[in-house]
Structures are given as C-alpha cells and as structure tokens.
C-alpha cells in the first residue's frame, strides 16, 4: 500500500482542544457533540463532513471502486511444464510474500520479491520511528530519540502449526515477544475487561520486539543470509506491466525498465494496483477474483502525550465509539526508553474511515485536523473523561489513510493458483484478516508452485493443481476472531454496534 500523511502541528492542535471543548454534554453524538463543544475549531476546519466533501469535489474523488470487466476468453496457458530451475516473481513483501519466498527457497526454486517500500518491506507489519526515515526527526522535533508507532498490524495470534513454527523460531531470534500488559476491550462505559476475560481460551499475544516492520525487517535479512543464491528483493519497485511471451515467461516491466523474464508470479498484495496489474494479462479467473476482494478504511493517527495516559492498559479494542476501533501505547508494548512521553496509535472503524476518506496521496491538513480532533475527542471519550483538555498535552500528531487497509471478505481458501497461467495469489485476505492467515497462504502457495515442477501444464480449468479460481466471497464480518483491526484466531470477539453498521455499509 502507498503511504502518505499529513503533518500536524501538535502544540496549536491541544491549545485548541484546550481552549474550546466545553462541559461534557448529554448527547453521544459525535456530530452534536462537536458542534457543542469545539464550535471555533470546527470551522476553523470547515466543520464536520463539509471539509471531507469540499476537499472531494476539489481533487475530484469518488469513493467508488470500479473493477471493471474480466475477458475469460484471454486465457493464457503455458506449452511447457514449469522448469525445475523455476524462477518466480513476488509482487508484495508484506508477510505473505516474504514467507512465500523463504518456502519457495527451502523447496530450492528462486524468486525477486519486488516491493514499494522504501524504508524497508513490511506491507502491514508498518511502524515508524525517528530513527529513520520514516519518522524523520525533524518532522517530530518535540519527540525523544527512539519513539515509535505500530501504525498498521497491533499485535497476532498463533493457531496453525505451519504458522506456530515460525513464530517459535522468531521468538528463540528475540524479534517477537509475548504481549504481557493489560490488553482487552474497552466497554462503552469505561470498564476495561482483558482478552482471557472475554475470551477464556484466547492464545498469547505476540508482538514484535521493536516494532512490527522489524519483523518485517528481520525476515527479509534472514533471506538474504540463508538463501541469498535463491532469494533476491527489489525495493522500492512498483511492477507496472505483466505480459505474457509464449517462448519465455513473464515479462515484467516497472520503475520504467525490464524487470527479468519469469515462470510464474505470485501476486502478494491487492487492491487497485493489483487489479490494474493482473486485470489486462492472460489469467481471468485470478483477476475476477481479485476484483471481488471488498477492503476497509481506516484511519491511523500517531500521537505523542508529553506524559503518561492514565488508561489502565496497554491495547484495547474500543467497543461502542462511534470513532476509534482500537487504542494502543507503544511504548509500553515496545518498552521504549523515552521518558515521561508516550506514544500511542488510535484507529478509527471502517465505518468511519469510508465517511472520511479522501485521495491519500495528497491528504489536506484540514483533513488531517479534523481527523486527529475526531480521534483525541472519541479517545477521551473512550476513557470516560470531560473532554481531551483532561489528556496530558499533545506533542505530536500524525494522520494516516489506509484507503485500502483489511478485507472485509474473503473466498476462504489458503491461497489462489491458475495452473494454466501460473499466475497465484497469496495474502491475508484469501482465507481471513490475520497475519497468521498472511504467513500460512504465502507457505501454501508455494508449495503449490513447487509441484507444478515437471508436470505437464492443464489444458482446461478444474485440474487437481488449479486452488480458489471459483471459490464464491463469504463476508468476514460474522466471523468470532475477525474485528475492524484485523483477525485473531483463537480470540472470541464480542459484538459492537459500530461494527455491525460497517457490515451493513461495506465500500463499493
């Protein structure tokens, strides 16, 4: 996904908050309740949703998503059996394309994994941190050396015994770590109740030790090391084209130049990109159903309190806030060394997300204001108290958009294979929303990939090879370990009121 963000300038945003929240009034209104008690600062902004529809009608957005139409007569099928000297291009280095590749290589086949990050690969395993450039430290003066946000994934659960060893070996590594403070769900009344109270039988926590792109960062090191003869990683690189030659492979074009000949491709990202991507080639099937992914919104907003939050936890999943799914402080989960200051990560519902969602390449500040003045408000909402002049002062805030950040539904298979083109997909999304789901599609894949070895290609679709081409969309709004941040498996989710109003408005 492409990141981009706005900057705000912090000190003037709680002098605001300060200076005009009034007395705690009775409705539980968002919207009446901004217009009661900060009226200067919303028009200063341009008051509520106008400023959302001002700044869509000016760039000229429309939060639709077209997909567009999908030619099943285009198939391409390959004359040669897939080489045992395969090479396999990896669009994506989130999790499921690095886990993919590091299987590919323990079963002996190359791969490229290509990948836009610039700082590091990760997809949704994201932190930043002034210690490099993706928080760069003069965009953040007022933060101390070492603050960081896990700004996408929170935290994960481990139920799959594919998933389990790798996981294992990530904690003998010291890159992950049980997740010991107070997590759980924040009740609309303020009562905070921990995952084994909600949920007796919930598995550990894991987090990554300094940050979940770390993980990330950790894997990708890992494959060079252990494999380097076999594993190769281009970034940044956006894989613009994909196009088929009979008498060679897949040819792939991006960042303006040839980018090599490939025996198949795993696409391990989605959304637009990918559709535009696959869309045009000779594999139909996969297109359509990458086409039929539905994805949330959420907005992400980093922020810095020059003292320690009197919470009471460390992570809740926020229920009954018509703004925040999820609160979590950084700094305690990562055990940073920082002082009084505390860095927290606040994500908004979908529901929300789609109702304020503008071109994430070019985010107005005075979105960026109106969406982190939402976020403190339904925060010191969340935690009872008169207003957000009660929370310590801010020193820092970040916006971010995910536009296209988790599924809302999904074809329920481990991953997606055409034999035929040799063309497969691997995310989270194929079976549910977890990392978990993420690690074990890219594992599954390539195993699929690796027996295609020598075997002669199918001429029609439906042969033993071919994986989730037909598989019909099941929404992942009813499912006991999904919620709006993400799946856990093995945690029993309570319902939301919010929630269930973004299963009854998915995006377009």
Not at 110 to 128: E, H, I, L, M, Y
Not at 345 to 365: D, M
Request: with cysteine.
């Amino acid at each position: 996904q492409i990141e981009f963000f706005q900057m705000l300038v912090s000190s003037k945003l709680h002098s605001h908050l300060s200076t005009t929240v009034r007395a705690r009034p009775s409705t539980s209104s968002i919207a009446s309740r901004r217009a009661i008690r900060m009226p200067n600062f919303a028009s200063n902004v341009g008051g509520g949703g106008e400023v959302i529809e001002k700044t869509r009608k000016k760039m000229g957005y429309k939060n639709n998503w077209s997909r567009g139409y999908v030619d099943e007569s285009k198939q391409h099928v390959w004359q040669r059996p897939l080489p045992q000297s395969a090479r396999v291009a990896i669009i994506g280095g989130g999790l499921s394309g690095l886990t993919c590749a590091r299987e590919l290589a323990l079963l002996g086949i190359r791969s490229v994994v290509f990948d836009t990050g610039k700082n590091s690969v990760g997809g949704r395993c994201a932190t930043r941190t002034n210690k490099d450039k993706s928080l760069p430290s003069k965009s953040a003066p007022s933060l101390p050396e070492g603050a960081a946000f896990d700004h996408a994934a929170q935290f994960f659960t481990v139920s799959d015994l594919r998933f389990r060893a790798l996981v294992d070996a990530w904690l003998a590594d010291g890159v992950v770590k049980p997740w010991e403070g107070p997590v759980g769900f924040l009740g609309s009344g303020g009562e905070f109740k921990s995952l084994k109270e909600v949920s007796p039988k919930c598995p550990t926590p894991y987090v990554a030790t300094n940050g979940m792109r770390m993980l990330a960062v950790h894997m990708e090191q890992q494959l060079l090391r252990q494999h380097g003869g076999l594993v190769e990683v281009r970034r940044p690189c956006w894989v613009s084209q994909m196009v088929a030659d009979q008498n060679r492979g897949w040819q792939l074009q991006g960042e303006r130049k040839d980018q090599g000949t490939f025996d198949a491709v795993v696409i391990a990202h989605n959304g637009k990109c990918a559709n535009r991507l696959v869309g045009p080639t000779g594999a139909p099937l996969v297109a359509k159903q990458l086409m039929g992914l539905r994805l949330s919104a959420i907005w992400a907003v980093m922020v810095a309190f020059k003292q320690p939050v009197n919470a009471g936890f460390e992570g809740a999943f926020i229920q009954g806030n018509e703004v925040l799914s999820w609160a979590g402080n950084n700094t305690k989960k990562m055990g940073l060394q920082q002082g009084a200051t505390e860095c927290w990560t606040l994500l908004s519902h979908n529901a929300y997300g789609q109702k304020n969602k503008v071109p994430q390449e070019a985010i107005p500040e005075e979105v960026a204001r109106k969406v982190a003045n939402d976020a403190l408000v339904a925060f010191a909402e969340a935690l009872r108290l008169p207003g957000p002049e009660a929370l310590p002062p801010v020193v820092f805030v970040r916006c971010q958009l995910w536009g296209a950040a988790l599924p809302l539904n999904s074809p329920g298979v481990e991953c997606i294979l055409d034999a035929r083109s040799r063309v497969g997909v691997a995310g989270d999304w194929v079976s549910g929303s977890s990392l978990e789901a993420a690690a074990v599609s890219g594992i599954a894949l390539a195993h699929r990939l690796a027996a295609l070895r020598g075997v002669p290609v199918p001429q029609d679709e439906g042969s033993n090879h071919d994986i989730g081409l037909r598989n019909t969309f099941h929404s992942l709004g009813g499912e006991s370990s999904s919620h709006e941040i993400g799946g856990f498996p093995g945690l029993e989710m309570p319902s939301a009121g919010t929630r269930q109003q973004q299963q009854q408005q998915p995006p377009l």
